[in-house]
């Protein structure tokens, strides 16, 4: 507990001694400039009644924190006898403005934050809070409004895919890795820039916070009341072995864990997007993690200024916020064509402090990205870490079931497979041929196939897809999602309805403009050119398929035939 409490004190030490050097607090670059339409407010939350309140909790996982007087499972049976109590108490809490002392004090959880790291250095933890559960209840039933109000009336930043419906790590990769390919294509090399941010969501300033709420987003009356409260008087204890530590103040921050949590620190990052448009910069953010990305020609070595003078003003911007980018995972990396790239690798070696990639690669969000945007070193990572996994549940595979080992074998092979596995859209066969040879093996482990019997058969039975199949299916996906209004905004707009100049037969067919792109171009593996290439291949029933649903189930269908007919 001491740990982790001085480690926010000292952070915030640091930014105080670099406070009179940046922009003061309350200036535009702060982030603290008024709503642009003071219209737009939120002063109230509405109650909810029996039916809502019931249908959040069936819906909620039956996790039990210490604090819990009861065990989570026995509450939701017997929510029935109870229910119109505990809607007393919500829509009490919602109607004043209040929220019960009991509901701030959080259980401490320290987590490993990756699982080869040294269990002995408590730097090496992330900690997580643990909250009772009706304090979820309340906190879910306060972010469904909030966020519906912030959707309504466009309050999201645009290119924030944090803790979003419809958002994600493979969105948000999918269209920095779409726009990289497309400078690419267009003979251009860019500059990308990896920031993280050192405790991020326990640095927050509830001062600066609350005035972002009320002067930028529009919270205001009972509803701002409430942020107060939730924000004050909270309290944590770390519990580790059945020990608990003693009760700490938390007077910064926002707890890690909670419902809540993650959209505030959303909220109090809202101003970053535009200083970094301010300088013409590409950018797109996931939570604390930030990517910049300049794409130039490799001659305009000045325009490079422009990327210098923005990481200047977002480090002002942050220490006013009390925000501090994390030295030592913060990345700078040159993609493009290898002989363009060479000449502009040599006039960075330092922007603002960051220095330039030592290798080859940067793990971004997950994935790791190399100049050639190839990803064949993050196929070869993934490659390594499945077949790591394999062997081991090979072991013990003859004391599971079939059941519980596919189990398994989803968990951890085929996860790794389908994650962000959009981004190897239109990759040369010989690229994909190592992660099938991971799912070929995942499936004789399974099934206890001999090496040398055909396994196309043993996939088609077990209903597995190929991995070409399921990259597709996976583009697909997005594709549907986009043009349905379930995927985000940026998404979107890479994709163009074709509608033909004459009246013929493929007016009403549902069909996407494909752009014009030299397939020995990097462009062909873009999603703006690979969603439409294979939107327009799906059979017209696929295509106009009303739910979501129904859609993936006759899309598994096609693309099943396609690979074992």
Sequence with gaps: MSFFYNKIITIREKINHQLPSTVISGSPSSGTSANVNSDIYLDCFSTIDLHQLTSIIS????????????????????????????????????????????????????????????????????????????????????????????????????????FRVHHSTETALVKVNNDLLTASDNGLVSVLVLLDLSAAFDTIDHDILLQRLEHQIGIKGTALSWFKSYLSDRSQFVHVNDESSINTKVSHGVPQGSVLGPILFTLYMLPLGNIIRNHSINFHCYADDTQLYLSIKPNEINQLSKLQTCLTDIKSWMTCNFLMLNS????????????????????????????????????????????????????KQTSRT?????????????????????????????????????????????????????????????????????????????????????????????????????????????????????????????????????????????????????????????READTLTTFKSRLKTFLFDKAYS
């Excluded at 009490?92 to 002995?120: C, M």
């Excluded at 995972?329 to 064509?337: A, D, R, T």
């Excluded at 030592?358 to 190839?374: A, K, Y």
């Excluded at 990759?427 to 206890?448: C, D, E, F, H, M």
């Design 328 to 379: 030592e995972k913060n990345e700078i990396l040159v993609l493009g064509p290898k002989n363009l790239r060479d000449s502009l690798s040599k006039d960075i070696v330092t922007l603002d402090g960051i220095n330039l990639a030592s290798s080859t690669t940067v793990r971004n969000l997950g994935v790791i990205f190399d100049q050639d945007l190839s990803f064949n070193s993050h196929i």
């Design 386 to 542: 499945a077949f790591f996994h394999l062997r081991n549940i090979r072991k013990i595979r003859h004391i599971l079931s079939q059941t519980d080992a596919e189990k398994l074998i989803h968990a951890f092979v085929t996860s790794r497979l389908d994650y962000c596995n959009s981004l190897l859209s239109g990759y040369p066969n010989k690229s994909i041929k190592t992660l099938q040879l991971i799912q070929n093996a995942a499936a004789r482990v399974l099934t206890g196939t001999r090496k040398r019997d055909h396994i196309s058969p043993v996939l088609a039975t077990l209903h597995w897809l190929p991995i070409k199949c399921r990259i597709e299916f996976k583009i697909l996906l997005l594709t549907y999602k986009a043009l349905h209004g379930q995927a985000p905004s940026y998404l979107k707009e890479l994709i163009v309805p074709y509608y033909p100049t004459r009246t013929l037969r493929s007016l009403n067919a549902g069909l996407l403009v494909v752009p014009i792109v030299p397939k020995s171009r990097t462009g062909a593996r873009a999603f703006s050119y690979q969603a439409p290439l294979l939107w327009n291949q799906l059979p017209v029933v696929v």
């Design 59 to 162: 819906s909620s996982k039956p996790s039990t924190c210490l604090l819990d007087p009861i065990p989570t499972r026995l509450l939701k049976e017997v929510v029935p006898l109870i229910g119109t109590s505990l809607l007393d108490m919500i829509n009490l809490s919602l109607l004043s403005g209040y929220v019960p002392q009991s509901f701030k004090v959080a259980v401490i959880k320290p987590l490993l934050k990756k699982s080869t790291l040294d269990p002995g250095v408590l730097a090496n933890y992330r900690p997580i809070s643990n909250l009772p559960f009706l304090s979820k209840i309340l906190e879910k039933v306060v972010a469904k409004e909030l966020c519906d109000f912030l959707h309504n009336n466009s309050l999201f930043e645009d290119f924030q895919s944090g």
